[in-house]
Every structure is written in structure tokens, then in C-alpha cells.
């Protein structure tokens, strides 16, 4: 069966009562036969559920149907984004190990990099996006991992997958992409040469703003490195989560689908708007990097940005405008969410510091939801105006 059905149709098991949906798992822990059982599965001379900060079927549900995705061996769940990227590197780098990152990535793995991962002795080198033939020369004796995301957040940058794919497998270092901003659907990165690909499942896998959520997939290897690391610090997803992602899966080929064609609508409508300076997204051949993106993306995402004309007063004017939009900091919603950066999630920054990383004043970011299309560009169209 092809992956959309698959995502569909394999299921958790179901209870005596033959429940159609797949019953909710929701227990902390398993019971034993016997005393002989027991001891089997502590000693893992028997596969079984024990404890749920191991595991528990909604959770192996929800792995396995991102691991098809992803084409990955094995994957592993945790209960936030944050918790995934934080997991793997507690389980795969120690004392004096560095990595190698580019620039623009989310918020909290930037203050994982230079505020807390050093407190291991664990250093972090920024690279720019746009000049990997350079990566090279930053890599150290003691680098063990190159970490990047594609697009970037709120750029919406592309980094060439299949070179840094080149470049890790030459150096023999470690490639690990956060993959959230792409979903499965659109971006593959174990397929450029990617070891390990993280999501945070807030985003479009929930698709919905309601359960947080992360998962790591890549090889049984790394897998199993990361899962000895988890199942003792204890980041583990809520079955109830996992339920609901593996739920909202059903759907994600479609949703995708659907988030793509009206953002780039959106986009070419922004583009030719006489209050838009500039639009960024993958799938406009106007994106510095366009080739690229088709070169490693099925479809362009559902984020929007754009450089409105008249800076930070207009931006938040805009904002403000808004009728139907939501102003939150989540994205990859079923709703259209806008948010601007410079007044809000970045505005404790100088505005020097802030183009170092891309965020003009003037810049709005847009996560296009999946209302209809008409009523999406009718709330934009009366805000601009
Ligand atoms: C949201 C996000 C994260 C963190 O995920 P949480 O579920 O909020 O912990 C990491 N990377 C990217 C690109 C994100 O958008």
C-alpha cells in the first residue's frame, strides 16, 4: 500500500470490543502475567510494554507512521520539539564535542546552543546559510555534528540538502536537520544524506494548534543511542498526544497539499501588491535559492514572508488590521496565523542584531492556514489597504 493509506490503515491494536477508531492507550504502566513475565521483559529477553516513559502503543503508532514518512529505520517520540533536539544531543555529544549549526535557527535551539549545551563543554559554531561551499573550512578535530534547518524561520532560506549531505559524509560527521518548517510530505532529508531528521509535532503534524509533540528518525543505531538517553531523563510523549498526531496523520498528505497551493498563491498575489516590498517562499521563482528548493521539496510549505512598505509602524499596523487572521506565535495551523517579528518575538534584539538574522522591520511572516482561498487574500488585501 502506498504511504497515504498506509498512514490510514495501520492502526494500534484494537481491544476485545473491535473499536473502529484506535482506543487511547492512556496508562503509565503494563501488568504481567507472572513473575516469569515480568522478569523476561526487565531483562528484554521479551518484547512488551512496561512502562510508558518507555513506551506504549500510541506512541509506537504515531513513530512508526513518521518513520514510513521519513524513510527512516526507527524513530523515537518525545513531548515537545524541544524535547527531541535537546534529547539528541544529550544522548550523541559529550564533554568538548562541537557542532557545527547555520545561523537562522528556531529561538530555543539558539539559546540551547550558546547558553546551556556549554555548560557540557559543548561548543557551537554559526555558519551562514548561504555559503556552505565555506562549511568546510569552520569544521574542527572535535566537530561531531552539522545541524541546520531548511527553509529557515522566518526567512524561509534554503540550505542545499544533497552538499551538506556531501560534506558530512566526507567529513564523517553527523547531519541532523530540523525538518518541521517542510513536514515529511514536502522535504525528505534522509534521502540527501541526512542522519537524523527532528520535528516538532506542534506545528503541521498536530495541524490543528492543540498537543505538543517532537519525534527523531534516522537509523535502529542512533535511534537506539537516543532512546537509552530518553528512557532515563524521561522526556516522554503523552499517549494522549500521540493518539491525536497519529490521528491528524490521516490527513497530512492532504493538509499539505492544500497548505502549499494557497501559500503560494498567497505569495504571487503578495508579490504584484503595491504595499509589499518583497515576498519570500520556496516555490517562487523570484526566491533566491528557487532550484534548489525544487531540487529537494515536493511543494513550497505553507509559511509566507514579506517586507511590508513603511517598516515597523506599518507592520504593526497590519497586525492590527487583521480581521480573520490569528495573532499567535504558533504556525502550521488549520488557521491562517500572522506574526511580526520585530515588535514581538524579536524586539528585545537591536536592530543591527536583528538583520544579522534577517528580520527587517517591515517583515510580516505568514503560516496559510486552510480556510478558503478568497476569504484568506480578502482578510490580507484589507489589512494592506
Ligand atoms: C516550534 C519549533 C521547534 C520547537 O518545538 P516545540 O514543540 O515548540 O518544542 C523547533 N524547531 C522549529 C523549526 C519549530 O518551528
Same mark, same amino acid.
Given at each position: ?32 502475567? &507472572? ?43 518525545? =513531548? ?7 534529547? *539528541? ?19 530555543? *535551539? ?8 556549554? /555548560? ?16 568546510? +573550512? ?23 540538502? /544533497? ?19 517542510? *513536514? ?14 527532528? $520535528? @516538532? ?30 528512557? $532515563? ?16 496523520? !490521516? ?5 499539505? !497539499? ?13 508579490? @504584484? ?19 534548489? =528548493? ?6 513550497? +510549505?505553507?509559511?509566507?514572508?514579506? !517586507?511590508? !512598505?513603511? +517598516? ?10 487583521? /480581521?480573520?487572521? @490569528? ?17 514581538? *518575538? ?6 543591527? &542584531? ?20 478568497? &476569504? ?6 484589507? =489589512?494592506?489597504?
Amino acid at each position: 500500500m502506498k504511504p497515504q493509506t498506509q498512514l490510514i490503515r495501520n492502526q494500534a491494536e484494537r481491544s476485545q470490543h473491535r473499536e473502529h477508531a484506535v482506543p487511547l492507550y492512556f496508562t503509565s504502566s503494563y501488568t504481567f502475567e &507472572d513473575s516469569d513475565q515480568m522478569a523476561a521483559l526487565f531483562n528484554e529477553e521479551e518484547e512488551g510494554f512496561i512502562y510508558s516513559r518507555y513506551s506504549n502503543p500510541n506512541v509506537d503508532e504515531f513513530v512508526s507512521k513518521m518513520a514510513l514518512l521519513e524513510g527512516a529505520e526507527s524513530g523515537w517520540a518525545t =513531548a515537545s520539539g524541544m524535547a527531541a533536539i535537546f534529547s *539528541t544531543f544529550g544522548a550523541l555529544l559529550g564533554q568538548g564535542d562541537h557542532i557545527l549549526s547555520s545561523r537562522s535557527v528556531f529561538g530555543s *535551539t539558539h539559546r540551547l546552543f550558546t547558553e546551556l549545551l556549554p /555548560k557540557w563543554g559543548i561548543e557551537t559554531t554559526y555558519v551562514p546559510f548561504d555559503d556552505v561551499d565555506n562549511w568546510e +573550512g569552520q569544521i574542527q578535530e572535535n566537530t561531531k555534528v552539522i545541524y541546520l534547518e531548511t527553509p529557515t524561520n522566518p526567512g524561509l532560506d534554503i540550505i542545499d540538502l /544533497k552538499k551538506v549531505g556531501e560534506l558530512a559524509k566526507r567529513k564523517n560527521l553527523l547531519l541532523i536537520v530540523d525538518n518541521c518548517f517542510a *513536514t515529511p510530505i514536502n522535504q525528505r532529508p534522509l534521502d540527501f544524506g541526512a542522519h537524523l531528521s527532528i $520535528h @516538532s509535532a506542534t506545528k503541521y503534524i498536530d495541524g490543528q494548534g492543540r498537543g505538543m509533540g517532537g519525534v527523531i528518525l534516522g537509523s535502529n543505531k542512533l535511534i537506539d543511542q537516543i532512546q537509552a538517553f530518553a528512557r $532515563h531523563t524521561g522526556p516522554a510523549l503523552s499517549p494522549y498526544n500521540a493518539w491525536t498526531f497519529s490521528k491528524s496523520l !490521516e490527513t497530512l498528505p492532504l493538509r499539505v !497539499e492544500r497548505h502549499n497551493e494557497s501559500a503560494l498563491d498567497i505569495a504571487k498575489r503578495l508579490e @504584484s501588491h503595491p504595499r509589499v516590498k518583497w515576498v519570500k517562499y520556496p516555490f517562487l521563482p523570484s526566491h533566491p535559492q528557487y532550484e534548489i =528548493a525544487k531540487n529537494q521539496m515536493q511543494g513550497g +510549505g505553507g509559511l509566507v514572508t514579506f !517586507e511590508i !512598505e513603511g +517598516g515597523l509602524v506599518a507592520g504593526k499596523k497590519f497586525l492590527d488590521s487583521l /480581521k480573520m487572521f @490569528s495573532l499567535t506565535a504558533n504556525l502550521g495551523d488549520s488557521r491562517s496565523i500572522a506574526t511580526h517579528p520585530a515588535s514581538t *518575538t524579536h524586539s528585545k534584539l537591536t536592530e543591527e &542584531d536583528r538583520l544579522k538574522v534577517g528580520i527587517t522591520s517591515g517583515l510580516i511572516r505568514l503560516s496559510i492556514g486552510l480556510e478558503y482561498l478568497d &476569504d484568506i487574500w480578502e482578510d490580507l488585501s484589507q =489589512a494592506l489597504a
